[in-house]
């Protein structure tokens, strides 16, 4: 059973633009909401994170939004960079479960030049 | 302060064979956790060790199996491999259960 569900599974945007990914949940016990950068070769870099006492963190050209009613959250990339191109993951845990991280499907960002 | 590191980079084994791999925490951290990473998949949890005892794991069989020092670096223990077991193979170190994890590079595993 899929817990977290990823969408785009790609997604190729120009230079400057806003890239967006959006994840679904389906564990109301969730609190705990990570994004993951990850590149070829390498193992996942926690990109930003939030809880859901809070709607939006932003974090220089990266901004979570999160909506704890439809079990939702998305990453939204503004200015996006060839430097971003890479397969970005959502993830979510619960202390519950011992914060052990359930990963969506991840979306491969091609950012062109 | 030195990230979380693991061994070997690479790896390849027949089935039916045994593997161990290795896993450095983040320097000052206590709690360890294995996930598996099939290709073009979101990595999977497998077990997590929090000061030398496990503290819960996912769905895998038994033959996957850990184990963490006193230093807090840790080992994942597969037996029997089979096919489906090729995969990278990622270790994340965070300080304490509810904090967050850092993941290493991983170990890729392939079995032929």
């Known amino acids: 059973q899929q817990q977290v569900k990823q969408s785009p599974q790609s997604l190729i945007v120009q230079k400057g633009g806003i890239s967006i990914i959006n994840c679904a949940y389906e564990?109301?016990?969730?609190?705990?909401f990570p994004w993951y950068q990850q590149f070829p070769g390498k193992g996942p870099a926690l990109l930003i994170a939030i809880r859901p006492d809070v709607s939006e963190k932003k974090e220089g050209r990266f901004t979570i939004s999160f909506n704890k009613s439809a079990k939702q959250f998305s990453l939204h990339i503004m200015d996006s960079q060839p430097g971003d191109s890479a397969t970005y993951f959502c993830a979510a845990s619960s202390a519950s479960s011992g914060d052990k991280l359930t990963f969506g499907t991840g979306t491969r960002l091609a950012v062109r030049p | 302060e030195t990230g979380v590191t693991q061994s070997p980079t690479h790896l390849i084994k027949t089935r039916g064979q045994q593997v161990t791999l290795r896993c450095s925490s983040q320097s000052g951290h206590n709690t360890v956790s294995w996930y598996q990473q099939a290709l073009g998949q979101g990595p999977q949890f497998i077990f997590q060790y929090y000061r030398e005892e496990e503290n819960g794991r996912g769905n895998f069989p038994p033959r996957f199996s850990g184990l963490q020092f006193p230093n807090y670096s840790s080992e994942l223990n597969v037996n029997a491999l089979e096919l489906d077991d090729s995969a990278l193979y990622l270790c994340a170190s965070s300080n304490n259960i509810k904090e967050t994890q850092y993941f290493g590079p991983g170990t890729r595993l392939l079995v032929l």
């Open positions: 564990n109301t016990a969730f609190d705990y």
